[in-house]
């Protein structure tokens, strides 16, 4: 089964850094764009960052940008999130997300593969 | 970063059918295939519909979609008390740097 594990989370303090990992397993992580999304408590999901396969290009949102770094090893198949300058509105479950490819009909999955989530707290 | 629209709540009786709203602009839900996805509480979300209107494996057909123009919905058939859940519909913005939006959230609510 097609699988995602964070980890990283924990308690920190404001202006804090904080690295999450997200481990991949049983699919060919190196073909996938990899995703941050995340969930503060209470509310509903925001989109954080996206990688691409080859870890060349990548982007965030403004709430995030400066701050936060993506990053990827493809051999080691698991995605990174580098977070400084915590404020406390980053507090928030952090999930780690595949964007899949195209179906059999070439419809596109978009976001399909999601971990159990990682909780930051500032 | 702005968010595609939803009503905060739905609700039915077992085995009815509940509809949820999703309500975007040009340059995201316009252009840009939708998903829909259900989050049970305390747990990931999960992938229910992708784009616009395809079921992965495994999810049942009483769960539906559909989008037209900068709108798009999700319906429930046969409604159950597993169904109670929050949905968010979600897509790309070709309008922003950031790509990808989501829904404010809806809550079903099983009566």
């Known amino acids: 089964e097609e699988q995602l594990v964070e980890s990283g989370g924990k308690l920190v303090q404001p202006g804090g850094s904080l690295r999450l990992s997200c481990a991949a397993s049983?699919?060919?992580?190196?073909?996938?764009?990899m995703h941050w999304v995340r969930q503060a408590p209470g509310t509903g999901l925001v989109w954080v960052s996206r990688?691409?396969?080859?870890?060349?290009?990548?982007t965030y949102a403004d709430s995030v940008r400066g701050r936060f770094t993506v990053s990827r090893d493809n051999a080691k198949k698991t995605s990174s999130l580098q977070m400084t300058n915590l404020r406390l509105d980053d507090t928030a479950v952090y999930f780690c997300?595949?964007?899949?490819?195209?179906?059999?009909?070439?419809?596109?999955?978009?976001?399909?593969?999601w971990g159990q989530g990682t909780t930051v707290t500032v | 970063q702005s968010a595609l629209t939803q009503p905060p709540s739905a609700s039915g009786t077992p085995g009815q059918r509940v509809t949820i709203s999703c309500s975007g602009g040009?340059?995201?839900?316009?252009?840009?295939?939708v998903n829909w996805f259900r989050q049970l509480p305390g747990t990931a979300p999960k992938l229910l519909i992708y784009?616009?209107?395809q079921r992965p494996s495994g999810v049942p057909d009483r769960f539906s979609a559909s989008k037209s123009a900068t709108s798009a919905s999700l319906a429930i058939s046969g409604l159950q008390s597993e169904d109670e859940a929050d949905y968010y519909c979600?897509?790309?913005?070709?309008?922003?740097?950031?790509?990808?939006?989501f829904g404010t959230g809806t809550t079903v609510t099983v009566l």
């Open positions: 997300v595949r964007e899949g490819g195209y179906d059999s009909n070439y419809k596109f999955y978009g976001m399909d593969v």
């Open positions: 049983e699919f060919t992580f190196s073909s996938y764009w």
């Open positions: 990688i691409s396969p080859d870890g060349g290009a990548a």
């Open positions: 040009s340059s995201d839900i316009g252009k840009n295939p």
């Open positions: 784009s616009n209107d």
């Open positions: 979600s897509t790309w913005d070709d309008s922003l740097n950031a790509p990808y939006v």
